[in-house]
């Protein structure tokens, strides 16, 4: 894949939890999207009030938390994917 997102922004695939509880089996309609995710691709940074880019916090590879409405759905190469703001990321699962 050849994407980068711009300034503070970064590009997330959702992490997929169980979907059975017990012997039931929720249907996809039924189901909350998770609120836990891959970071696949960073931006440079966002530029601070001097002028100079803050790079992030997160990096490729890391396993983030995101707010249930947080994020742009795309398809990139027939994958769901989120572009988000780092603001929008709640924390990094270490």
């Given at each position: 894949?050849?994407?980068?997102?711009?300034?503070?922004?970064?590009?997330?695939?959702?992490?997929?939890?169980?979907?059975?509880?017990?012997?039931?089996?929720?249907?996809?309609s039924a189901k909350e999207k998770p609120q836990q995710?891959?970071v696949l691709a960073v931006g440079k940074g966002a530029?601070?009030?001097?002028?100079?880019?803050?790079?992030?916090?997160?990096?490729?590879?890391?396993?983030?938390?995101?707010?249930?409405?947080?994020?742009?759905?795309?398809?990139?190469?027939?994958?769901?994917?989120?572009?988000?703001?780092?603001?929008?990321?709640?924390?990094?699962?270490?």
């Amino acid at each position: 894949m050849a994407f980068r997102p711009l300034h503070d922004r970064v590009l997330v695939r959702r992490i997929e939890e169980d979907e059975k509880v017990g012997s039931i089996i929720i249907p996809d309609s039924a189901k909350e999207k998770p609120q836990q995710g891959e970071v696949l691709a960073v931006g440079k940074g966002a530029r601070g009030d001097d002028n100079e880019i803050i790079p992030l916090d997160v990096k490729k590879g890391d396993t983030i938390l995101f707010g249930k409405w947080s994020g742009s759905e795309v398809k990139i190469d027939g994958e769901d994917l989120l572009i988000m703001k780092e603001s929008d990321i709640l924390g990094i699962v270490e």
